[in-house]
């Protein structure tokens, strides 16, 4: 058959006037490559990602091609599990912490401690005095974590004769509270922030408080030329963190950083906010993991406010963006930390009448129970607080509208349903204004000020409710002199006792003072 094609061939070689001798092409080997087209690489440096090792990608054949991702799982549930781009090795953080180093860690949001999947058997990872096993004493801790703080114990005042203690020095005044917490673990001693004159500029200082009140160091927590104010302070379990307002860029603006236990700035400080409007009125927490932050801010509603609120690592970084907590007027914001949430307490003001307000969300800032209101047109309200007591949050407001001014309270769980509706938490035949709460599981201590004896003026009184607001004990006077002592902020101390930091005229100028009270067997 071939001997008879070939001279067909010849013949239709020379009729297309081609070479009379015929070439036959070499096989083409197939490389995977269009060699229409020019490679997409010549090395692996030209792949987008090339850098990255833990999505490793190749020059191979002249085209980009992806390898095999490095998966990061070390079987510990406890551990968030990442890959470093650069190195590709993988690398695992515990995702609850052991601050106050008493070998016991907190659990994992929404999880009660040591129950299955929580990470963590801590009641209290702010103080080595509470852990699962240990025995109960009377200092203002759950020490064997049963959900109550100093069981069956009361707090009584101190001497009326000797009643408190002056913080702020006469340069600063005209001086006032603005946060106190309480360092354990080693070195055992009050931070009480207050705001100050320096000058013509207002301050925020930091006075290092032994167990008694006396003052074993000081030195202003702003340092900046431009006014300051506010000063929150809270305890980790290892170090403070602290946030204020200042206006060193012109505009009110909030501010973060931490202290160690000499109140020595951990890092230079953070900017929280970034608006020409006010942010100011600041609360904020301790979630066990990081910082809350809200304060009440004038971007979108000026010349009102609304609240807005930034969360801060445990390193003092911050994670995301602000969040706009309450869309519309708002006002004294204070938060508290359930066990899986955040609620948001404040206030807003309707022609002369004065609301209380709440809202509830998950440790992103991201709404679960939208806001509800606590007052009526019975009761109203201003300077909420707000605390988590075991199962509930306790919310407690004084009346600014009506004529004897009492202070009111309430409480509601984590998904907003109200456990015990509004319930009057003071007698009084006169005013009682400025609650501060301090949470014991089983009960609440309320701290307010008052003017029912007719001493001249506000006076200091401790109250503690159960659970439900109920009234187990009378009230009892806590300060003994002429002028006003108003603005209580109360924080767990030593050996049971609990300080209070508030502002007080009794010798003509108002300045920040202390006092405490004692715990003891009932």
Partial sequence: MLRRLFPLLAVLVSACGARSTLEIPEPRQDTGVDTAKPPECTKSEECEGFDNKCEPVACVGGACVAGKSVVCDDGDPCTEDACDPGSGKCTSNPLTFDLDGDGHKSPLAGKKPGEPGSCGDDCDDKSDKAFPGNKEVCDGVDNDCNGVVDDEMMYVPLDPKNDAVQVSTAPMAPAGPAGIAFTSGGGDSYLAAYNGREGSKTRVFGALLDPNGKKTAESRITNVTAD??????????????????????????????????????????????????WSINITMQWTGTEFAVAWQDQRDLDPDFGIWGQRVTVDGKPIGANVKLVDGQGGSPELAVGTGTIALA??????????????????????????????????????????????????????????????????????GKLLTPLTKLTESPRFSRYPSLLPLGDRVLLVFSDTKDGAGGYELYSKMLDKNLGSPTAERRITNATGDSIFPIASFGPTGDVGVLFRDDRTGSLHAYFTRLVCQAK
Avoid: C
């Avoid at 603006?253 to 160690?260: D, G, P, S």
């Fill in 228 to 277: 300051a104010m506010e000063g929150r302070v809270v305890w980790t379990g290892a170090f403070y963190g602290t946030a204020w307002s200042d206006r060193r860029d012109g505009s009110w603006e909030v501010y973060f950083n931490r202290l160690n236990k000499k109140m020595e700035k951990l890092g230079p400080d953070l900017k929280l906010s970034e608006h020409e409007s």
């Fill in 346 to 415: 404040w206030t807003t003001t309707v022609g002369r009448r004065h609301e209380v307000w709440t809202a509830i969300f998950d440790r992103n800032y991201k709404q679960l129970v939208a806001p509800f209101q606590l007052t009526n047109d019975r009761v109203f309200g201003a300077f909420p607080q707000i605390t988590w007591n075991n199962d509930r949050y306790v919310v407690a407001f004084y009346d600014p509208d009506m004529p004897l001014h009492a202070i009111w309270g309430a409480t509601f769980d984590e998904a």
